[in-house]
């Protein structure tokens, strides 16, 4: 294996870090300090939740002021959004691999705002269910938001991975190179 950027792997494994760097470092120093995109983010999901509650026919628990990061059902407990389970850190996983793994743009335009939002939206799923939990069971809450969900919505955002690389990504595979 030769050890030059023209090798997918390698650029990879160069390009990764210094994508996510530079997303890391906008977040810290700028969209976290200077603007309200988390507090957009949450209350996207906070909204997006309570929609989907009351679709699924659950009485959702109004609130104001100070609340406007909580959703809840109806004589049960509030679950709080708070930043680090507002998706954000999943959402730059996903940019920063399909933007590092090699591939033709024309499909990075159309995948990445598709697996951002269906990354958004499994992770409203995620809220509605721990919602549900904790009015059904509050003492399993704490186990299936730590353990359950957080196994099942890496594997969501690694399916996405999967898909790039062996659907859409520029890197030949062994089968096809066989053909060919």
């Known amino acids: 294996m030769k050890l030059s950027l023209s090798n997918p792997f390698i650029r990879f494994i160069v390009l990764a870090p210094g994508v996510y760097l530079l997303w890391y470092l906008l977040y810290e120093f700028y969209l976290q300090p200077h ?14 939740s309570e929609k989907a ?19 809840g059902i109806v004589d049960s407990h509030w679950l709080e959004i708070g930043a680090p389970c507002d998706g954000i850190t999943l959402l730059s ?15 990075k ?43 099942l919505v890496y594997l969501y955002v690694f399916g996405l991975w999967y898909f790039w690389i062996n659907r859409f990504s520029a890197v030949k595979h062994p089968e096809s190179a066989k053909a060919s």
């Open 53 to 71: 509650l009351l679709f699924l026919g659950y009485e959702v628990r109004p609130h104001t002021g100070d609340f406007v990061n909580y959703v």
């Open 93 to 107: 996983l996903l940019l920063v691999f399909v933007l590092a793994f090699p591939g033709p743009v024309k499909h």
């Open 35 to 48: 603007t309200s995109f988390d507090s957009y983010i949450i209350t996207n999901l906070t909204w997006l």
């Open 109 to 151: 335009l159309w995948f990445l705002p598709l697996g951002l939002i269906s990354v958004h939206l499994v992770n409203v799923a995620r809220i509605v269910a721990l919602v549900i939990i904790v009015s059904k069971n509050p003492e399993s809450l704490q186990f299936h938001h730590d353990y359950t969900f957080t196994i």
